[in-house]
């Protein structure tokens, strides 16, 4: 089982904004990242450490943290952000790492 | 710009050892500053981190899979490479090698295309 929980799936109206959360002790402690996945792709990383996007990853993606919760907002969705997005960070020892189970984002 | 290849067979028979090797493109493994990393995806599912070297030769393992799991580097070829010993049907899975800097919150990027390997008789 995973240490960080995600909610399986959200959707979210074209052009609106949405949040997917990732839940966790270790978070208390740790930054997440978080990756975008389409179908029959690898992983991208959008988000890293406080709220750091890398190039070429579109500013409507930020990322925030409070307490055991981490948060991914897209701030004006499009329909290209459908994906599973998956938070990643060290497990509660620190000594090595976990991911979340992933959400399934619908764009409507 | 790193980027990074898997390569490997893609059928693999129970009880066998699976063997991947990862090409690492446009920077050096010997540089430092990064752990070079295996992570897998079963089919349908999420992810799962296996295991990471650094270019010394230092590793670290997911303990659920730490008794069967071995990284090894080579720097001559910049290349790293994962042996899964012992596999059943449950290893089944798409393979992924990625680097993540050595700083306390670390990420992954970028990664490698992804290989499916399949556990089958």
């Known amino acids: 089982s995973s240490e960080l929980t995600q909610d399986p799936a959200v959707s979210v109206a074209l052009g609106q904004t949405v949040r997917i959360t990732c839940q966790g002790d270790?978070?208390?402690?740790?930054?997440a990242s978080w990756y975008q996945q389409k179908p029959g792709q690898a992983p991208v990383l959008v988000i890293y450490?406080?709220?750091n996007r890398p190039s070429g990853i579109p500013d409507r993606f930020s990322g925030s943290s409070s307490g055991n919760t981490a948060s991914l907002t897209i701030t004006g969705a499009q329909a290209e952000d459908e994906a599973d997005y998956y938070c990643?960070?060290?497990?509660?020892?620190?000594?090595?790492?976990?991911f979340g189970g992933g959400t399934k984002l619908t764009v409507l | 710009q790193v980027q990074l290849q898997e390569s490997g067979p893609g059928l693999v028979k129970p009880s066998q050892t699976l063997s991947l090797t990862c090409t690492v493109s446009?920077?050096?493994?010997?540089?430092?500053?990064?752990?070079w990393s295996w992570i897998r995806q079963h089919p349908g599912k999420g992810l799962e981190w296996i295991g990471y070297?650094?270019?010394?030769?230092?590793?670290y393992y997911n303990p659920s899979l730490k008794s069967r799991v071995t990284i090894s580097v080579d720097t001559s070829k910049n290349q790293f490479s994962l042996k899964l010993s012992s596999v059943t049907a449950a290893d089944t899975a798409v393979y992924y090698c990625a680097r993540a800097p050595t700083v306390t919150n670390n990420w992954f990027d970028p990664w490698g295309q992804g290989t499916l390997v399949t556990v089958s008789s």
């Open positions: 450490g406080k709220n």
């Open positions: 990643n960070s060290r497990d509660s020892s620190g000594n090595f790492w976990v």
């Open positions: 270790s978070l208390r402690s740790y930054y």
């Open positions: 070297i650094y270019y010394s030769g230092s590793t």
């Open positions: 446009g920077g050096s493994i010997s540089s430092g500053g990064y752990y």
